[in-house]
């Protein structure tokens, strides 16, 4: 088994997940959990095997959330560094200004 690459968010990537957590949570403490135990599975993934995971746009590699319309937008180097966890209604471009 290989061993986990290190996992780095950014900031707005934190901020992300920290909003749509809040969000979730104001209307049922379950779904809020799911979103929180999905991404975290997801995080997991990207760790074990980063390279597996489609190319997106340049260099930035993409994780479907299960069961919520969100994605991971991430990119490897020397560690994975995670630059949003994005709902997939947003316009795209608020990512692609962070990169």
């Known amino acids: ?3 986990p690459h290190e996992i780095e968010l950014w ?6 997940f ?10 049922s403490e379950k779904a809020a959990d799911d979103f929180y135990q999905h991404v975290k ?3 997991d993934r990207i760790s074990q095997d980063p390279l597996t995971f489609p190319i997106l746009h340049r260099n930035i590699r993409k994780c ?3 069961k919520f319309p969100f994605i991971i937008l ?3 180097n020397e560690i994975i560094e995670v630059i949003a966890i994005f709902h997939t209604s947003r ?3 608020t990512w692609k ?3």
Do not use: H
């Open 41 to 43: 599975d997801c995080l």
């Open 91 to 93: 316009n795209p471009q």
């Open 64 to 66: 479907t959330v299960p």
């Open 74 to 76: 991430f990119k490897v």
């Open 11 to 16: 900031s707005e990537a934190e901020d992300d």
């Open 1 to 3: 088994m290989r061993k």
């Open 97 to 99: 200004e962070r990169i």
């Open 18 to 27: 920290d909003n749509s957590y809040t969000y979730y949570a104001e209307r």
